[in-house]
């Protein structure tokens, strides 16, 4: 009985082998003639056409990766602004902005580019169509620092692949697109991304962890190695900074998954350390550690909700406590909790049914109003 199991154990550990063996070697190939057919591109389009010679364009994309990391690191968005599309540059802007109010620094040292190849090439007739995709390889000591508290969020030393698009503009090349090669596309909705086009937005399907909040009721269960942001939207609404995103607390191998929250995000004036609303429940309403229970002057808000704060707030200030805005939230047809953590505003259910985008768009918009009165 033995001996018969370990053969098996044997021949199946062979066929994944072959199985894996097979696959890489399609990747290979794929790769190789996606490589074979830029380079074709590249060499009839340098023939009439100096932007496009390819010692030039992949000493380009080394320059740009370097830069980029150095600015990234250090916010230099002056510097940023003269290599960047102008889509890309407003987005890289909006992303730094948050990781500045978030009180966080990505910085990235040690970086090198350990090589270039050309996957795409498109040569247009109309030269501001010109565009190409260069794989990038690199190493970096990747850190994401909390530097309020001086605390270090998460590092990583390992190696990565990553694909910049880059477009032209006039006798130059601008970077308009990064993506990893870790992403995940099967992530990607098609309605969210037509949300995100519709609004001016920017969409991206698998996000990971970089702004990922990681304080208060909601996030407390927030862990850069299992937690996951996906469909990640961000943009100018009324002009103020908002994110949309899709939140799970752990993977699906762990005991934490137990909910994928739909999350509308902004920044407020007025900075608390933490207030938390919910729709009162039949049974059960045991506040958060730390937050004290607040109950209101109106008997009637106080029946359809429970007040949580931190003892230092002072809750008369905070502008959504009005019967009109609170009514509206009442009157949804899901639970939605209110939060807010520093500077930072949050709208969330704990599922998906019964609420879009577009929904927590719209009651990002009340809350506008309601604090411009």
Known sequence: ?????????????????????????????????????AKAVIEAAAIADDVWQADLIKKHVRD????FQQDWSNFNTDSMRSYLSDSYFRRMVLELNVLQDEGRRNLM???????????EATDHQDDSNDKFVAEVKGTAKDSLLDERNNKMLYMDTSSFTEYWTFIRSGDDWKLDLIRQQTENK?????????????????????????????????????????????NHVIGYFRDKIVEFFTYIPGSSNNNSYSANYIVAQTVIPKSYNNILVRRKRMLFNFGPWGLRRIRTESNEFDNKFCLWADRQDQISSFELLTPN????????????????????LYFYAKS?????????????SWAFDEMER
């Not at 001996?3 to 399609?26: D, P």
């Not at 805005?325 to 930072?344: A, C, K, Q, S, T």
């Open 186 to 230: 099967a992530l990607g909705e098609k309605k969210i991304e037509e949300f995100a086009l519709r609004n001016g937005f920017f969409y991206d399907p698998d996000f990971g962890w970089l702004m990922m909040p990681n304080k208060g009721v909601i996030f407390k269960k927030s862990n850069f190695k299992i937690s996951d942001i996906n």
């Open 109 to 119: 040292e040690n970086v090198s580019c350990s090589g270039v190849a050309i996957l």
């Open 64 to 67: 740009t990766f370097l830069r």
């Open 352 to 364: 998906r049914k019964d609420v879009d985008y577009d929904k927590m768009l719209e009651i990002l």
């Open 1 to 37: 009985g033995g001996s018969g199991s370990g053969g098996g154990s044997l021949i199946g550990g062979l066929l994944y082998l072959i199985v894996f063996l097979i696959i890489t070697s399609i990747l290979w190939y794929k790769r190789r003639k996606k490589i074979e057919a």
């Open 325 to 344: 805005f609170m009514e509206r939230i009442y009157d949804l047809p899901f639970e939605l909790n209110i939060e807010v953590v520093g500077n930072f």
